[in-house]
Structure formats: C-alpha cells, structure tokens
C-alpha cells in the first residue's frame, strides 16, 4: 500500500472521516527513534536518545569501551547495596527501550535487568560499561530493507512429545528475539510456523 499512493490517499481520507486526522508526511523522528529513508529502505536509530541517556546518567564525558563488558561474569557476591535504586531502575529502563534499534546490547540489558529490584554497586559497575560502550556507538541502528518487510516477523514452535519439550522461537529480521525450551508433564503434538508481513 505504500507504494501506491491512491490508495493510500484513500486510507488517510477514510480515517480523516472518522477520526480528527493531520497528515505530517514521512516519519523522521518518533518516540525517541530516528528514522531516515534511503534508497533500500529505512534506517532506524537512536542516536539523540542515547545522548540523553548519557546526560542522564552523568556520563557525557566518560571515555569509551569497544566491547560491553560479559554480564556472565557478573557473579553474585555480597556486595554493597545501589545507594541510588530509583536511578538504576530509570536508567535501566532507558536502556530496554533503546534495544529496539540495538540489539548488540540486548543481552547484557536484559541479563542485567533481571537484578533491577535489588540492585547492587556491581550490577552498577556492568551499567555504566553498557553506556561506556554505546557513547562510542551513538549512530549504531538497524536497516530495514525493502525486501525485508514481507519477512518482518517470523515465529517458530514445536513439541516432542516423546521427552515432553516445548520450544519456540521469535525472530524479526533474522535476527533471535526470544527463545525458550521448556519440559512439561504432558504436551500435544503440533508444529507451527507463522509469517506476519506488513
């Protein structure tokens, strides 16, 4: 539809009839997300939303890191309590929403998030890595290619029922969202595969 524009004018003037509608053109900025439009497609980015997180977090002149620091390493020991647990949960918060364009960290934010009601110095330690590493990485993003579209989301699942697993996976883009295994008493035979084009 959004290559043909008669019908697309046919759309925003069936919803103007129903809805108060203003037409602002092409998207450039939304919700903290930058997009751009080139020749293949749509660049997606958060570049001002990521300066934003450095100024929130103090952080504008920090120096940078190349790689995230492994969350792995993280281990669990008696440690100091987070003198600040309003401030871990606001930046953290920041930081899951800036994985929708960057999921080079969404990892270590997620492994890291699962801490957010008792956080502690060290889990403070792997947040301020993360944003170490994204100031250097400010205009990171994802493109979403034309030819990309029709395969935006795509969803697996499937069952054994002879060892009683259950398995799915999500992608969007190629690229693994979310994936669990999990056992169960007892499971019907099925296998799903489901394609949502936009």
Not at 6 to 27: E, N, P, T, W, Y
Request: glycine letters at 4%; proline letters at 4%; one cysteine or more.
């Amino acid at each position: 539809m959004g290559s043909n524009s008669a019908m697309l004018h046919r759309l925003i003037q069936l919803l103007s009839s129903k809805f108060k509608l203003c037409d602002l053109g092409a998207v450039h900025y939304f919700l903290g997300i930058e997009v751009q439009s080139t020749g293949m497609g749509l660049m997606f980015c958060q570049h001002k939303y990521i300066l934003d997180i450095l100024t929130r977090a103090s952080m504008t002149s920090c120096k940078l890191v190349e790689t995230q620091v492994s969350p792995l390493k993280v281990t669990i020991l008696p440690d100091n309590s987070f003198s600040d647990p309003t401030r871990f949960c606001q930046i953290m918060g920041a930081l899951q929403y800036l994985t929708f364009t960057r999921p080079d960290i969404c990892f270590a934010v997620n492994r890291v998030s699962r801490f957010i009601h008792t956080p502690i110095d060290s889990y403070w330690a792997v947040v301020m890595c993360i944003i170490r590493y994204l100031k250097g990485k400010t205009s990171y993003g994802f493109h979403m290619s034309r030819s990309s579209i029709t395969h935006m989301l795509l969803s697996y699942a499937c069952s054994f029922p002879h060892n009683n697993i259950h398995t799915y996976i999500m992608y969007i883009f190629r690229v693994i969202i979310s994936m669990c295994k999990c056992l169960y008493d007892s499971i019907p035979l099925y296998s799903i595969h489901v394609t949502v084009t936009v």
